[in-house]
């Protein structure tokens, strides 16, 4: 599985992006997929996970009811809309897929198998 992620830039407080990843060489709709970051010095953090369908999401406590997790199968590809961003948000965004439907816990980065290269997202303040 590849997977390419973008949509990555500079931004100032408040503002709002949309981060894709499009993935290849597997059946897309039979991934479970996730969003990571991880700033410099800090571990790496789960910022959300979505379903096969796109039924079922999963958000990390620190962007909730900010961030938005959504996929399209048709085209596949996996969002993360950001909004209302702060400066804490500043990371390297990784989307990341999971073949074998390890369960409903997003969370652990280590059920996922396959990891893009990661997009910047830096928040002025």
């Known amino acids: 599985v590849q997977l390419q992620a973008s949509g990555g830039g500079l931004v100032q407080a408040g503002d709002s992006l949309r981060l894709s990843c499009s993935a290849s060489?597997?059946?897309?709709?039979?991934?479970?997929m996730g969003w990571f970051r991880q700033a410099p010095g800090k571990e790496r953090e789960f910022v959300a996970g979505i379903s096969m369908t796109g039924l079922t999401q999963s958000y990390g406590d620190s962007v909730k009811g900010r961030f938005t997790i959504s996929r399209d199968n048709s085209k596949n590809t996996v969002y993360l809309q950001m909004n209302s961003l702060k400066s804490e948000d500043t990371a390297a965004y990784y989307c990341?897929?999971?073949?074998?439907?390890?369960?409903?816990?997003?969370?652990?980065?280590?059920?996922?198998?396959?990891w893009g290269q990661g997009t910047q997202v830096t928040v002025s303040s």
């Open positions: 990341a897929a999971d073949p074998y439907y390890s369960g409903t816990n997003y969370v652990d980065s280590r059920r996922y198998t396959y």
């Open positions: 060489g597997h059946t897309f709709s039979s991934l479970v």
